[in-house]
């Protein structure tokens, strides 16, 4: 789970990189979820949920043009870095 605080104001330009990278993203081989949702009632800040089925296909998708594209460009817009949460593969109850 990543995340993400945009600048004041600055929400729809997180949205609109979301939309463009999303079909690309879910499309890489290991991909099983790559869903943004935007935090009720702050349209600055967004939880993005995603799944990989392995950590090699996590870091072969953190290692691709795309990812290291949309990384450059999103301090542009972004309050600062992302905050990764990374959860355990199994819930508690």
């Not at 949920?49 to 392995?54: A, H, I, K, L, M």
């Not at 600062?80 to 819930?91: C, F, I, T």
Request: proline share 8%; net charge negative; hydrophobic share 45%.
């Amino acid at each position: 789970m990543i995340l993400i605080t945009t600048l004041p104001g600055r929400g729809r330009e997180q949205i609109d990189a979301y939309e463009r990278l999303a079909p690309v993203v879910r499309a890489e081989e290991g991909c099983l979820r790559y869903d943004m949702h935007q935090v009720s009632g702050d349209p600055d800040r967004f939880v993005l949920v995603e799944q990989w089925s392995s950590k090699a296909a996590l870091a072969a998708h953190d290692a691709t043009p795309h990812m290291i594209e949309a990384d450059a460009a999103s301090p542009a817009f972004r309050a600062g870095p992302a905050e990764v949460v990374e959860l355990d593969a199994e819930p508690l109850a």
